[in-house]
Nanobody, 125 residues
Framework: VQLQASGGGLVQAGGSLRLSCAAS????????MGWFRQAPGEERESVAA????????YYADSVKGRFTISGDNAKNTVYLQMNSLKPEDTGVYYC???????????????????WGKGTLVTVSS
């Protein structure tokens, strides 16, 4: 599975962005997908994830109610809709895939099997 994230950019606080993660590989629909982010000087942290088939979604407390993760198996793409953005949302956003993603593993970067190159999100105050 190869992943390519896109959609980052510069936005003012309170604005919105939608990130996309395009995946290649016929087994995409059997992988859970996650978004992580890394701010300068900080560790990578989990943001949101979706189980394969889209039956379950998971969110970090810091983004609940503002971010929405969704998937389109026909397009082999996962999206992260980010609303009400805050300066603390700034960072490089990465998408990742895990064959066995579930409620106990979605937030663990060490459990991800594949990673895409990141896309930079900058939120100005």
């Amino acid at each position: 599975v190869q992943l390519q994230a896109s959609g980052g950019g510069l936005v003012q606080a309170g604005g919105s962005l939608r990130l996309s993660c395009a995946a290649s590989g016929r087994t995409f629909s059997t992988y859970g997908m996650g978004w992580f982010r890394q701010a300068p000087g900080e560790e990578r942290e989990s943001v949101a994830a979706i189980s394969w088939g889209g039956g379950s979604t998971y969110y970090a407390d810091s983004v609940k109610g503002r971010f929405t993760i969704s998937g389109d198996n026909a397009k082999n793409t996962v999206y992260l809709q980010m609303n009400s953005l805050k300066p603390e949302d700034t960072g490089v956003y990465y998408c990742a895939a895990d064959r066995w993603l579930d409620g106990s593993t979605w937030y663990r970067a060490d459990r991800m099997d594949y990673w895409g190159k990141g896309t930079l999100v900058t939120v100005s105050s």
